[in-house]
């Protein structure tokens, strides 16, 4: 059964690999790829999101540009993680041939989902989610699932305790969280399971296209950049592991539990409280993504960048 989907996402080299395997693994359909300030500015993530799909040969995804800051906060870029363009690497010149819809994220969501049920696949800051819930909450029910790259269950990478995608934007992660709509939460705790290894990079060599070619180089960046400063041997593809998790349940193993955004701590803003162990009472309101299945997931990712050529 193929799941209708739709893409927000900021990217960013972990989102630009999401994009490719939600355009080419036959269990979803991407219906949209909407936008977010994250990973860099909302325009330069736009730009980067139309080239992803250029490079994959697809032009039927419209790409919607999003909210270019959170909904009460100053914008924070990640541009040490991943450089000025947002997609540092591969040298890129020119204008990608995809265009850019004339609508905005937030038309473009409510389309769609005025037209169809669909999953939401969000991989940045919830803002354009958390926007469309608060202005259209009748389109919730249109909402089969929000399933976030986003948190931790343990320690953050932008803050001691905070994740990027949510201490971007934390009020819009508690308003998404608290609306009600089925929520799966993939974040670090299992996207650092999706190492790209030595052993990967052979495997998208190997596969010898020039889109293949492109992702290590894009990867290659990106590693340097964990290195630098993370002191990773590998960096975690994080993105695509939410992406995943929709294609096969089974690859990213999920327990329910209750999930709290904190929004007012001086140290903690951003950070995602889950009760694992029951300690607050709180019913689950949240599917927490635990474990991956590594071969499975790199599987799926190895074979949608093949079968795009």
Known sequence: MVTPLILDCDPGHDDALAILLAVADPAVDLLAVT????????????????????????????????????????LRIADDVHGTTGLDGPAFTGEPSVPESPHSAHELLV????????????????????????????LARNITEIVWMGGSTDRGNIAPLAEANACVDPEAADLVVRSGVPFTMCGLNVTHQALVTDDVLARLER?????????????????????????????????PVAVARVIDPAIVHCVEANLVIETKGEWTAGATVVDLDGYTGRPPNARIALTLDREAFWNRVVTAITALG
């Open 207 to 239: 596969i010898g296209t020039p889109l293949a070619r492109v992702c290590g180089e894009w990867m290659t960046f990106f590693a340097s950049t964990y290195r630098d400063l993370f002191g990773f041997e590998a960096p975690p593809l994080h993105d």
């Open 35 to 74: 936008t977010v300030a994250g990973n860099q500015t909302v325009d330069k993530c736009t730009v980067n999101a139309r080239r992803v799909l250029s490079l994959a040969g697809v032009s039927e995804v419209p790409v919607a540009r999003g909210a270019d800051r959170p909904l009460v906060r100053r």
């Open 111 to 138: 389309d769609v989902l005025r037209s169809r049920p669909a999953t939401i696949v969000a991989t940045g800051a919830l803002t354009n989610v958390a926007r469309l819930l608060a202005e259209e909450p009748s």
